[in-house]
């Protein structure tokens, strides 16, 4: 049933697992997770895909000629598994890919090297020394005749600097002088190939999306939070543990706060309490979660609320309070326009939240293979002005993102004391439109 069910996922109309979710929808069941043996031929079908089909354009629109990939195995560049097929889980002493344009657009793929990477990559050396490896390298760039050949090197781009120094230097004792001129950086590939998401991975993203959303709505329910005994570390602990058993590990180790009615708080502070507390009725829980699964990395925030003795229901104030985090979350996509810098975009956001008299912090970061990822940075949680580089990087269709940030308001609850509502669901955009990958929260979580 699963297998059925990863074939669906990689058959179905663009972005319509997506449009399925609806915006407010509560994930009330885990959508079924793939064994480590069954994930192999849906990535598989992704990777080939992306080569076949991506990567050709977008090695024209960076003018490259020639893309080398060089590898040594335990350094390999983080690039090396989004290109390989699974199982890959080294490189294997020296592993060298070689992506050649060809006249007609299309994209020769091959290896120089000892081990044969599936037969995705069929190797045009037949073995010898690591001498004769680098010299048959420096033949076939010869027998190619490149005109730019990208490297992953670069300055600004962490994962686009992956080609390590002393492979650098091995390339350029082998080659001749003519093509080291020709060597110039791939980082304007390297950022497109890693922000781009192909059909096929927009079809399983929503799942892997409600798979986060599904375990926080446990974590934030009376399963896992007993109110006067738990900690916020148990609770953290058991999303930890929870992704674990499921064979989906975070990227990062989830975390939990609290705000609570006394805590001295500012516009500009808002008190998020000891590192470990004790749950208590009465409180704002937030947490932070993000897990990578099939090669698409999530980032989530949601809140909840623990109800004091005699409620039924979220404080009217609070309810408020999350709709203007929501409406902030308009205004932020709202924004995404193609073609505009993530500097542009945080700036519009930011006039337009004023505009509305919303106290809003905006730090919107890419996702894809890595929860970090490469593409428009719209602020930073510590910088709400523009950021070189990266914010200067314009937003392109087919990308995905955290909608990350927050709001500051009064609770008149709690004698108008300030509080933050913190938000982050993870979104595609399209080229015109902004797409929740398994909806956004509209409603409190509830702990009774």
């Known amino acids: 049933m699963r297998i059925s069910l990863a074939f669906l996922l990689l058959t ?12 407010g929808r509560e994930i009330k ?59 890959t889980f080294a490189a294997r002493r020296t592993t060298l890919l070689v992506f050649n344009k060809r006249e007609d657009g299309s994209v020769e793929r091959f290896s120089v090297s000892r081990y044969p990477i599936g037969d995705v990559y069929p190797t045009v050396w037949e073995g010898g020394t690591k001498q004769e490896q680098w010299q048959k390298l420096a033949e076939v760039i010869a027998q190619k005749d490149p005109q730019r050949i990208g490297i992953n090197i670069s300055e600004d781009w962490a994962l686009a600097d992956g080609l390590s120094v002393g492979l650098h230097q091995q390339l350029l004792k082998y080659l001749p002088e003519m093509y080291q001129k020709r060597l110039v950086s791939a980082e304007q590939l390297v950022v497109r190939w890693l922000e781009t998401r192909s059909e096929k991975e927009l079809q399983v993203y929503p799942q892997v999306v409600a798979l986060a959303r599904g375990v926080i709505a446990e974590a934030f329910s009376n399963k896992v939070i007993t109110p006067g005994a738990t900690t916020t570390k148990d609770i953290e602990w058991y999303l ?3 992704f674990e058993a499921l064979q989906l590990r975070p990227w990062f180790q989830p975390y939990v706060n609290i705000q609570r009615q006394g805590d001295k708080t ?26 990578c699964y099939l090669n698409q990395c999530t980032d989530t925030q949601e809140m909840a609320y623990v109800l004091k003795l005699g409620e039924s229901e979220v404080p009217q104030g609070l309810k408020d309070a999350l709709a203007v985090g929501n409406r902030w979350q308009d205004i932020l996509t709202n924004n995404f326009v193609t073609g505009l810098t993530g500097n542009q975009i945080l700036a519009n956001t930011i006039a337009q939240s004023e505009t509305e008299g919303i106290i809003s912090s905006t730090y919107t970061h890419p996702l894809g293979f890595v929860g970090h990822a490469s593409g428009p940075t719209i602020g930073m949680w510590d910088n709400q002005g523009p950021t070189p580089v990266q914010g200067d990087w314009k937003l392109y269709p087919n990308t995905a993102y955290a909608i990350e940030g927050n709001i500051v308001t009064t609770l008149p609850e709690w004698d108008n004391q300030w509080i933050q509502i913190k938000l982050e669901q993870s979104a595609v955009f399209d080229g015109k439109t902004v797409w929740y990958l398994a909806g956004r929260q509209t409603q409190w979580h509830i702990i009774r």
């Open 240 to 242: 930890r543990e929870r």
């Open 266 to 291: 500012t516009k500009e502070d808002v008190f998020m309490g000891e590192y470990n507390r004790v749950v208590q009725p009465g409180d704002i829980l937030h947490t932070d979660v993000g897990i």
């Open 12 to 23: 179905l109309p663009l972005f319509s697992l997506a449009k399925n979710f609806e915006q």
């Open 29 to 87: 069941q885990l959508p079924d997770v793939l064994s480590f043996q069954e994930r192999v031929n849906p990535l598989n079908e992704m990777v080939v895909d992306r080569l076949d089909n991506l990567l050709p354009r977008l090695m024209n629109e960076a003018d490259l000629d020639m893309w080398l990939v060089i590898n040594r195995e335990y350094g390999e560049d983080r690039l090396f598994y989004t290109l390989v097929p699974q199982p």
